[in-house]
């Protein structure tokens, strides 16, 4: 896995989030652009698990919480997905927060409740793991 591989695979991903959103517009139920924004990635090939529990251990203990990620896509990028006014610094908090617990790279907030979600709607974070990963250029 590359930075170069993430990114391509983030612009694929927001690629597919606009698309969704061109045929149905905002104003739905986060539910359902999560499972057309997994169709679409689908048919492109790439594997996209939906729902999964996030494993959360405290002070050693595993404990049995239902807390579930929107997407993982490729194993390798979370993708939360929001139907909001906008997005908030806890939707950030808790996109950060999926990616510590799960050990992963990069995540995306994609927010369907916009007019243009290139612009507006998206934001991409990444965590130390990323900058460990070589640039792969």
């Given at each position: 896995?590359?930075?170069?591989?993430?990114?391509?695979l983030t612009h694929t991903i927001i690629?597919?989030?606009?698309?969704?959103?061109?045929?149905?517009?905002?104003?739905?139920?986060?539910?359902?652009?999560?499972?057309?924004?997994?169709?679409?990635?689908?048919?492109?090939?790439?594997?996209?698990?939906?729902?999964?529990?996030?494993?959360?251990?405290?002070?050693?203990?595993?404990?049995?919480?239902?807390?579930?990620?929107?997407?993982?896509?490729?194993?390798?990028?979370?993708?939360?997905?929001?139907?909001?006014?906008?997005?908030?610094?806890?939707?950030?908090?808790?996109?950060?927060?999926?990616?510590?617990?799960?050990?992963?790279?990069?995540?995306?907030?994609?927010?369907?409740?916009?007019?243009?979600?290139?612009?507006?709607?998206?934001?991409?974070?990444v965590t130390e793991l990323y900058a460990k990963l070589p640039?792969?250029?």
């Amino acid at each position: 896995m590359t930075q170069k591989y993430l990114n391509e695979l983030t612009h694929t991903i927001i690629g597919a989030a606009i698309e969704v959103h061109k045929e149905l517009g905002p104003g739905l139920l986060e539910s359902i652009y999560e499972k057309c924004l997994s169709h679409v990635l689908i048919e492109k090939g790439i594997h996209v698990s939906m729902q999964q529990k996030v494993p959360i251990v405290f002070r050693g203990i595993y404990l049995d919480c239902d807390l579930r990620y929107d997407l993982l896509v490729d194993n390798s990028i979370i993708v939360e997905i929001k139907s909001a006014d906008g997005l908030l610094p806890i939707h950030q908090a808790q996109l950060l927060t999926y990616l510590k617990l799960l050990e992963k790279p990069k995540g995306i907030l994609i927010n369907f409740n916009c007019m243009n979600i290139y612009k507006q709607g998206q934001k991409t974070l990444v965590t130390e793991l990323y900058a460990k990963l070589p640039k792969g250029y």
